[in-house]
Each structure stands twice: as C-alpha cells, then as structure tokens.
C-alpha cells in the first residue's frame, strides 16, 4: 500500500502480467459498445483469396514469360502482388484480433488500415511500373504468343472472378477492400489479356497488348487512391470522413446546461467505431451526470458516436487565479521543501504535524499531496518540483510519521484524526479551495475529507487505492509495518528498504535514494524508520467485522462525492484491484480510472511519464 493503509494508485507490479485485466476493458452501462474483435469468418475469406491466387500466379508467370504478352505479365505481377497483398491483409487481420494489452488498451485493430495502407502503395508502384513498361513498347514491339494469352488470361479471369466473390462477402474492412482493389485489378488485368490475346490471334496488332494494359492501370489507380486517401486518413487521426467535427460541437453547445466546449476531439481508435473527448463547462458540477447523460444521447442518435469522454469545468472555479504571475524561482518567498508545522488536537492533547512546501506561498492555487501508511511527505518531492510553479505545494508528514509528532495513545493513528489534522493545516494556508492527491492512505483520508460538507477539495487524485483493501495486501503490509527494522549500516538499511517497495516500479539507484533515502533516520548507531512503530496498533487490532464495517462506511463515503476525480491503479497492485475500480467508477459518474503498467502498489510519481499524468489531471 505504498507504505499506506489503503491506496488508490497506479499498479504495483513486482512481476507484471503482460495481459490487461479484462475487467479494465470490460464496457459497463454508459460505456461505448464497441467490440475490439474482428469476427473469424473474415479470416477465412482472406485465406481462401490467398490460396486462390498463389496457387494460379506461378502458373500465369510461367505462361507470360513464354507467350511474351506485357498484358499477361501485369497480370501475373499483379498476382504476385494481390498474394503478397492477402497474406499481409491476413496477417493484419490476425493481429486485430489480438486482445488490448497494457500497451495497447485499444487493442490492434489499426494493424487493418496500415495493412491498406501499404497495400494501396504497392498497387501504386505496380501501376507506375506497368505504364512505364507499356510506354515503352510502342517504340520497341514485342512478338506476343496470342493463343497462349488467350487460354491463360481465360483461366485467370475464372479464378478471378471466384476470388472477388469471396472478397466481396465483407464489405466493412477497409483492409479487405484494400485487398479487393488488388483483386479487381486482376480481374480487369485477365479481360484486357484476354481482350489482347483475341485480337493478335485475329488481326496480328501487337500493340494492343500495352495499349490495354495502360487502360487497365488507370482503372485501377481510382480505387488504389481512394483506399490510400481513407486509409492514410485513418492513420492520421482525422476526424471520420461521415462525421461533420463543426456541427458535432455546434450540437454539444446547444445541449442544456452546456455553457461551452473546448478541446475537443473526433477520432476512430478502430475503424468504424469513433471516438470523442472533450471538455464541456457547466455552471453546476452537481448538474453533471444528467448533462452527461442527454450529451450521451445526442452524439449517439445525431453522430453515431458512443465512445465519449468528457471532462466537466466548473465555470469560474479558476478564476480567481487567472491574474496571477507563476512565482520566481529567486524570489524570497519562493519554498522549495521547506518545513513548516501546523498546531493540532488529539482528544485533550495537542501535537505538531509537520509539512514541506514547494512554491509561493501566496498563490491561492494549493495541491496537498498526502502520503501512504508508512511513508512521509517527502515521497512528493520530485512531483512538488514539477508543480510548484502552477501550484503552491504542501505534502504534510501525517501524524506518527517524518518529523510530525508522536500521539500518546496509539488508537488514535486513524483516518479520522488525520482529517481533522488536514483540515487545521488547510485553515493554516487560509485558503477556499484546494486540490488533492493522495497515494494509498492519503487516498483514503482524501475520500473522507472530500465527503464532508463544504469540503475544500475540488479535485481529488486517488492513487491506488479504493474503499475495498484486499486480503493479500493486508497481510503483506502486515508483514512489516511495525515490525523490527534496524541497521548499522545505511547502505543496508536503504537495500532492504528498497526491497519492501519493490512493487512501487522500476527505479534508478538516484531516484531510490531520493524516495526511500528520507525514510531512514539513524538513532543510537542504528538506521531505523522514521515513524512510530505504534501506528501499526490500530491496524493490527482490526477484525473481519470491523474491516466490513469500514468498508462499507468508506463507500458511503466514496459516492457522496461530486468533484472530479482520478483513480489510479497500478497494473500489479495486490492493494487494489480492478474490479473495485470498475465499481468505484460505476457508482460515481465523477471518477474516470487509468492504469500504469508494471508497477504494483503503488506509483511512486517520481517517473517522468507519471508526473505528466498528475499534472494533466491537475491542469
């Protein structure tokens, strides 16, 4: 649980699988309804086509050496190339089939259009070739053999016209009418030979023979172009060429409680199965699932679009931030990390929490960035650089932990005491509104805290962490949390560290030693952790009763929530799983949900590619 009791963060991965979990692509209700599977028989047809053709190419190139007929060698070239075009058109279809991957969320089914796309290029050189070759012999006539043209071209046209007919069976694949084109021209290419074969037979005229197959070529050459502008059209990420992108936002604005749209985009992740993301502002955030749900039908009925994904903005949430300048990095009251404490209440006691700050200050724009059971704020200090010119960052030490104080009473290391620590800091920076993200335990007070009325969160970053903490990854947290850890030597002390976070992704020795290197204090000689071993009291002393009673509670919680959010899961995390994430989204319309491949419980946020996740979501 990155060192935290619960955590809603991107997959610990000690050893991640390569296959997405299904559940992650699995559509629930309001989802697109798309299928990323391409149906088998499609398959079949492309195989058959290919028997068909290399089987009669090698016999039609035969022919065409002896006849010397250019009409019945472009035909056998062109033979060649629609065998070379189905084998490449099978393959793709073969690789469409493949499930999505943690690579590939989407799956592969734009292997389709690259395979017309290249084929479209080939047919493209093959036309080049056969007029150039054709030109050529009006000024250099070749002897041709009619008869033989004549029975061949015959035979060939029969074939053909077989192997279009299986081809002609699946009209949607823009990769099988890729490979129809090949197949046509053929077609075309055996009645020009056959055409040319006659006529020499009857009259003795040679150039017949170039004469057609120019004309053939130019025939093709319509269809080959227009499969490469769509398919190159495809794999541009344009707009679907049956969608209008100008009247598909026109009816976006016209939705009630639309108050207007921005970044928005139209695309087919597949063929034929379009895509939409924008972002809509609204006046009301709690107007959201029912706007949500007329824009649903709109874009269905009108555009034929059902995979949709639309960020809501509160109209004037930011604006009161607009006029600021982005703070100096020399000015004085410019932070970077450094320690502040703020004054708490424990029952009748009081205590120091600690927390470090990156940026102004004085910039009304806060991210609190809140850390896991048995980690510190300092976990957040590659991610608060990145910040802290938009953000005036806070990553408190959360009670029992870093350099925040020790409670007398060990049962009071709970979520509810760390939200009541929150909310004294948050009255400390004297501000209205923040944003949060909190990774495992710091997710979990985070729910808590946006729940309650007139919460101060407005955005809320969950990483991998969910109302539901499975079995294994509380046994695994009880493995350690509390229990003797002590060294003579730091570089011992930080391997074995390194090793209990293993699952946190694969670092760099730098990047371990700015995570986990503030995790060890020494005292004594001896390099120990930096919190109170009796945070592990209230942990241990948890029953399955009380466990499901906490559960239950926390996804009360979880649903009372009307900001935006951002669940983060680790591909591996033993911590949370995808069904909880699918549930959490299902029975909150304000969660979407990503996953980071390899990597287990949970996303440490210290890699670049991580980093950006945060700051886009934050944006």
């Known amino acids: 649980?990155?060192?935290?009791?619960?955590?809603?963060?991107?997959?610990?991965r000690a050893q991640m699988s390569s296959?997405?979990?299904?559940?992650?692509?699995?559509?629930?209700?309001?989802?697109?309804?798309?299928?990323h599977s391409k149906q088998v028989s499609n398959q079949n047809l492309l195989l058959i086509a290919l028997v068909l053709t290399l089987g009669f190419s090698g016999v039609e190139g035969a022919a065409a050496y002896f006849a010397n007929s250019l009409a019945l060698i472009s035909d056998a070239g062109h033979m060649v190339t629609d065998a070379a075009a189905l084998g490449l058109a099978l393959?793709?279809?073969?690789?469409?089939?493949?499930?999505?991957?943690?690579?590939?969320?989407?799956?592969?089914?734009?292997?389709?259009?690259?395979?017309?796309?290249?084929?479209?290029?080939?047919?493209?050189v093959l036309v080049v070739w056969i007029v150039v070759e054709a030109v050529s012999r009006f000024y250099d006539p070749h002897k041709v053999d009619g008869l033989t043209v004549t029975v061949v071209a015959a035979i060939g046209l029969l074939m053909n016209v077989v192997v279009a007919w299986v081809l002609s069976r699946d009209?949607?694949?823009?990769?099988?009418?890729?490979?129809?084109?090949?197949?046509?021209?053929?077609?075309?290419?055996?009645?020009?030979?056959?055409?040319a074969g006659v006529v020499i037979q009857l009259t003795g005229w040679m150039p017949i023979d170039a004469i057609l197959s120019i004309l053939v070529s130019l025939l093709i050459l319509k269809s080959t172009i227009s499969i490469l502008h769509e398919s190159y059209h495809f794999l541009m990420e344009g707009v679907p060429l049956h969608i209008d992108y100008l009247k598909v936002g026109t009816d976006l604005k016209n939705v009630p409680g639309v108050l207007a749209v921005h970044d928005l985009h139209v695309w087919e992740m597949t063929p034929s199965f379009p895509a939409l993301i924008g972002h809509i502002e609204i006046a009301e955030m709690q107007e959201w699932p029912a706007i949500m749900a007329r824009i649903n039908t709109m874009l269905l009925d009108k555009h034929g679009i059902d995979h949709v994904t639309l960020q809501p903005e509160e109209v004037g949430a930011d604006?009161?931030?607009?006029?600021?300048?982005?703070?100096?990095?020399?000015?004085?009251q410019f932070h970077s990390g450094n320690t502040f404490f703020v004054e708490c209440s424990s029952g009748d006691a009081k205590h120091r929490m600690a927390y470090h700050a990156w940026g102004d200050p004085s910039n009304p724009k806060v991210l609190m960035c809140v850390h896991g059971l048995t980690r510190r704020g300092s976990d957040f200090k590659t991610l608060a650089e990145a910040m802290c010119h938009d953000y005036y960052v806070v990553c408190p030490d959360v009670v029992g932990r870093g350099d925040s104080d020790r409670l007398a009473n060990p049962m009071l290391y709970a979520v509810p005491q760390y939200v009541a620590d929150m909310t004294q800091l948050v009255k400390k920076l004297g501000v209205s509104q923040i944003d949060w993200f909190g990774t495992s335990m710091g997710g979990l007070i985070g729910i808590v805290y946006a729940a309650m009325p007139n919460s101060p969160i407005r955005r809320m970053l969950i990483n991998d962490v969910g109302p539901r903490i499975e079995p294994q990854a509380i046994a695994r947290l009880g493995s350690y949390v509390g229990q003797p850890f002590a060294y003579t030597n730091r570089t011992d002390a930080l391997e074995k560290l390194n090793q209990i976070c293993a699952t946190f992704g694969d670092h760099l020795p730098h990047e371990w030693e700015t995570y986990n290197g503030p995790m060890l204090i020494e005292r004594e000689g001896r390099w120990i952790m930096h919190y109170d071993p009796d945070i592990s009291v209230p942990f241990a002393s948890v029953n399955p009763i009380m466990a499901k009673a906490g559960e239950m509670a926390m996804w009360h919680a979880f649903k009372q929530i009307h900001i935006p959010m951002l669940i983060v899961r680790g591909g591996q995390s033993d911590l949370l799983s995808a069904a909880t994430v699918a549930e959490m989204c299902k029975v909150n319309p304000y969660a979407r949900s990503i996953e980071i491949p390899n990597v287990g419980h949970a996303p440490a946020f210290v890699k670049s590619e991580q980093i950006a996740l945060a700051k886009e979501f934050f944006s």
């Open 171 to 195: 009209k949607k694949s823009v990769n099988t009418r890729a490979a129809l084109v090949h197949v046509m021209g053929d077609l075309l290419g055996s009645v020009a030979a056959l055409i």
């Open 1 to 12: 649980m990155s060192g935290s009791h619960h955590s809603h963060s991107a997959k610990p």
């Open 91 to 124: 393959l793709a279809q073969i690789i469409s089939r493949r499930p999505p991957s943690p690579k590939h969320s989407f799956g592969f089914g734009r292997a389709e259009a690259l395979a017309a796309f290249v084929n479209s290029i080939v047919m493209l």
């Open 319 to 332: 604006e009161e931030n607009d006029h600021l300048d982005s703070p100096s990095v020399g000015s004085s």
């Open 19 to 35: 296959e997405l979990d299904p559940s992650l692509h699995a559509h629930k209700k309001g989802d697109a309804k798309h299928t």
